[in-house]
């Protein structure tokens, strides 16, 4: 009653002028083909069994598909005139819905309309901004079992949605790798260049279209530099799919250095490319779902998504429930597995954009490899720096000029001129042969500053090389090493640069007007282009989105633990697009060693299309599992992990990680591969979580997944799930964990670790399973003591052939 009165008030509203068209996504009533069970006339059931794999070229599927999007464009045609709205994408696989271009109060038009179960106003996503397969171990212990590298991850198919792929890198060409056979469970268009009027397709990019219907009718979408075609006109995609399967051996070359050989994690499997992000403003969630829904309704294995809200989706009030998260739900349903960028929001809690149990949410690490570079002073001093840079001549020391002392006129100060990005404002007879010295100020950490610029600068006025000093921290601010391809070093901290600094004042004589009279700091540069290996590696990155993981918008904690695991996310070297502009420091270039957790997501996309591989079966979950439960809690030294933590001034300093920062810890692929016991989940276990946790509304279940809430697990902590996680434990709750053996027969021997405010008890204490056979066992959480913080423990499940199964435990106490 009280919904047919607001939307006969609504009618009266729509006589008033109308305000500015936005994007909606619109969901329906009516099942999508993933999970319609049968129910319309004239349409037999497709979705029998809630995890069956569907053939999506049936006569059933296309014909279902098509009553779907007729539906769609009746219900617009019947409340709209023609011309008065435009119809972006109709979702018919994953979600009944569709994305509409429309005014604020159509948008209530449509909300009271029958059959309408929700309209939500779209919302913008980002990109979560090598040496790795080595560090992993993988051209020794895993390639070797899947027929080499040149088999590694073969026939797998990985889904990109990201910023397109440039084809043309070498990363991505046939020429020299085995040959690629079709593959007919895979139906994936190849667009065509307009350009050169070539696909984009070679058999290992098996697929690429481009999604832009959204970001066109906003007004974002620029044709001439964002290109309307899967064409990476950004760099971020081509880097992620490079990272995950780019061919095995491509030399890294830049300004006439060889950095090493680059290769995916999988370089034999195919890649796919749903564009949907674009370099200057991200992307939207309608073209988002668009490519989602597209890649799944294709037959990609595995999906890889770095990308994330900006903020959460303020139109859901769970985590769990919006069209993003909905959509994967479907997509994992049929049986793809989603690796997704934790968030890049670290070291703070409650930092992370991926909260949902059905993908998999990677956090960052950084890796063994470092970068590092010395500036030696005429005085003896040698301050520590990072610089990708040959060294100055050796056995020789130059002059040191500061670029404000090498101005060719005082009136261009205003330009900044110190920070060295116009060399037409600085002395070319002053420079020329010398040290230029240049400040790193706050145009460095906005972007319209690089250090590949000061190197092109340095380098047009004739300088031998250049020292860039940090005299101040700026919030944003983050040091990674740049190749340049002259000597150059940049100071990152603050002392060392005062150093500096005070070295050139005092030598450097002044007239009464400041003009120097002569020059007499000299210095030399060290070589930067050695990498040092590290020991006490991995780490957790200092970017890298922390938890507890939310399951609603008050920021309420989640019985779930998030990120799920770690990889490497931090100074990756991978392919980039000559075109791209996303990091200024790589612009025109075909590499770009970068850091986000945007790089993490692919290395487990990649290390899944591995698992798939040898376990072509294996549901996502399955998948998933294999990878948390092998996974290490140690670095290289075998002591615990650390995770980069800010000091109270503002510095960086090491800190005992937690599951908080790392998941279940840091991939081990060789062990994933050989998981010995899986914690297999389908897609009622997801419905049972949903239905369980408490503040969810049962109708906005029903209105995403289309199911009602049949299924209960009495506590959302008895999810199936590798991890333990409980908020909010009081008195002692037991929960109960299902194992599978996927190994021979084994006898595990149980064992638990927990911290002393929180007690745990596992029965029974030692199973034997026979190949293929399920078993419960029961965690008992009892509290001890109450300290307003969460505790953190294990489970280990030693098997008598030598497999080791960890899950993670997490939980707070609470007297009451």
Request: with cysteine.
């Amino acid at each position: 009653m009280v919904v047919q009165l607001l939307c006969s008030v609504l009618v009266l509203l729509l006589l008033l002028p109308t305000g500015k068209p936005e994007i909606y996504i619109v969901t329906m009533d009516g099942e999508p083909v993933i999970s319609y069970k049968g129910g319309v006339p004239g349409f037999e059931p497709i979705a029998e069994d809630s995890d069956e794999k569907i053939d999506a070229t049936s006569q059933l599927v296309t014909s279902y598909a098509q009553h779907l999007e007729e539906k769609h464009d009746m219900l617009l045609g019947s409340l709209f005139d023609h011309g008065a709205y435009k119809k972006l994408y109709s979702y018919k696989h994953l979600i009944n819905g569709f994305a509409v271009h429309i005014s604020p109060e159509q948008a209530e038009t449509l909300r009271c309309a029958p059959g309408v179960k929700s309209v939500e106003r779209d919302w913008k996503v980002r990109r979560l901004t090598t040496h790795t397969p080595q560090f992993l171990g993988l051209p020794t212990g895993v390639w070797p079992t899947g027929g080499g590298f040149d088999r590694a991850g073969e026939n797998i198919v990985i889904g990109f949605v990201d910023s397109g792929i440039y084809p043309h890198h070498p990363s991505f060409a046939t020429h020299s790798t085995n040959p690629y056979e079709p593959l007919p469970n895979y139906r994936g268009k190849c667009e065509v260049d307009p350009n050169t009027k070539k696909d984009f397709c070679n058999g290992k990019i098996i697929g690429a279209q481009h999604f832009a219907e959204a970001a066109i009718a906003a007004g974002a979408f620029n044709p001439s530099i964002d290109f309307a075609s899967p064409m990476d006109g950004d760099g971020h995609g081509s880097h992620t799919a490079a990272i995950a399967a780019g061919n095995n051996g491509v030399p890294v070359r830049m300004h006439g250095h060889e950095f090493g050989k680059a290769s995916g994690m999988a370089p034999h499997a195919r890649i796919a490319v749903y564009k949907a992000l674009y370099r200057l403003f991200g992307g939207f969630v309608a073209d988002v779902v668009a490519a989602i829904d597209q890649a799944v309704h294709d037959g990609v294995d595995i999906l890889n998504l770095s990308v994330g809200p900006n903020s959460p989706p303020a139109t859901t009030k769970t985590t769990f429930l919006n069209p993003f998260d909905a959509t994967l739900l479907a997509a994992v349903k049929a049986g793809v597995f989603v690796a997704h960028a934790a968030g890049n929001g670290g070291p703070f809690p409650k930092t992370l954009v991926s909260y949902s149990p059905w993908i998999t949410s990677v956090a960052a690490a950084v890796d063994d490899r470092r970068y590092k570079n010395h500036l030696t002073l005429g005085n003896g001093k040698i301050l520590a720096g990072i610089g990708l840079s040959p060294s100055t001549h050796p056995n020789q020391t130059y002059t040191l000029v500061a670029a404000n002392d090498v101005l060719l006129d005082s009136s261009v100060m205003k330009y900044s001129p110190s920070d060295c990005q116009r060399p037409e404002l600085l002395n070319k007879n002053l420079v020329e042969g010398n040290i230029l010295l240049c400040g790193y100020s706050f145009n460095f950490v906005s972007g319209t500053a690089s250090v590949k610029k000061v190197s092109e600068t340095a380098k047009s006025l004739g300088a031998i090389g250049f020292a860039l000093a940090v005299e101040n921290v700026y919030p944003g601010a983050k040091f990674d090493p740049v190749p340049v391809g002259v000597p150059g070093i940049l100071i990152t901290e603050v002392p060392k640069s005062m150093d500096l600094i005070d070295y050139y004042n005092i030598s450097t004589p002044r007239d009464w007007t400041g003009r120097v009279k002569s020059f007499n700091a000299t210095g030399s540069i060290g070589d930067g282009l050695m990498p040092i290996l590290h020991k006490s590696a991995p780490q957790v990155a200092l970017f890298s989105a922390r938890g507890p993981n939310i399951k609603d918008f008050s920021f309420q904690d989640a019985d779930l633990l998030k990120p799920d695991i770690l990889a490497p996310g931090s100074l990756i070297w991978a392919a980039w697009s000559p075109n791209g502009t996303d990091e200024p420091n790589y612009v025109g270039e075909g590499f770009a060693m970068i850091s986000g957790t945007s790089m993490a997501a692919p290395h487990i996309a990649g290390i899944a299309a591995l698992v798939k591989q040898k376990h072509p079966h294996w549901s996502p979950a399955a998948i998933k599992s294999a990878l948390m439960t092998t996974s290490t809690q140690l670095d290289r030294a075998e002591r615990p992990l650390q995770a980069q933590q800010y000091s109270e001034t503002e510095t960086m300093k090491l800190v005992t990680a937690t599951p908080f920062d790392y998941g279940s810890g840091h991939v081990n692929p060789k062990a994933a591969l050989d998981p010995g016991l899986i914690f297999d989940a389908g897609y009622e276990d997801y419905l049972g979580f949903l239905c369980t946790t408490p503040g969810i509304d049962s109708h906005e279940i029903k209105n995403y997944t289309n199911s009602p809430c049949n299924y209960t697990m009495n506590h959302p902590s008895n999810f199936n799930g590798p991890s333990i996680t409980v908020s909010h434990l009081v008195k002692t709750q037991t929960f109960t964990r299902t194992v599978t053996n996927v190994a021979e027969e084994e006898t595990y021997v149980i064992t638990t670790r927990m911290q002393p405010s929180i007690a745990v008890e596992v029965t029974p204490s030692a199973m034997t399973l026979k190949p293929g056979a399920s078993r419960k066992f029961s965690i008992s959480l009892t509290v001890r003591s109450v300290t307003g913080t969460y505790s953190f423990g294990e489970i280990f499940m030693k098997g008598s052939r030598g497999h080791k199964v960890k899950i993670p435990v997490v939980a707070m106490g609470y007297w009451r």
